[in-house]
Nanobody, 112 residues
């Protein structure tokens, strides 16, 4: 069973940046794709970005231009960089892979 572990969240001031990590317990090339999602307080889960094992990316319209998904194949890690953080970005961010695999999430809080 593949495991995913997120990290990199924290408390950030508005306008700041964060780079979240999603470390896989297997070679990420074996995962057809990895998604990033978030769920804010009292909100529905929101899909953010996708990275395929071929390197293709796709983003939700709401985050295009501010969010960037990338990977380090040597570290079996997928990243999500978020620029220009806003209070409404406050949420638990987590990554998923096929087969219902999901990490525990990492909390991002944007506040002054």
């Amino acid at each position: 069973q593949v495991q995913l572990v997120e990290s990199g969240g924290g408390l950030v001031q508005p306008g700041g940046s964060l780079k979240l990590s999603c470390a896989a317990s297997t070679n990420i090339f074996s995962l057809p794709y990895v998604n990033w999602y978030r769920q804010g307080p009292g909100k529905e889960r929101e899909w953010l970005a996708l990275l395929t094992n071929l390197g293709s990316t796709n983003y939700a319209d709401s985050v295009k231009g501010r969010f960037t998904i990338s990977r380090d194949t040597a570290k079996n890690t997928v990243y999500l960089r978020i620029n220009g953080l806003k209070p409404e970005d406050t949420a638990v961010y987590y990554c998923t892979a096929p087969g219902g695999v999901r990490g525990q999430g990492t909390q991002v809080t944007v506040s002054s």
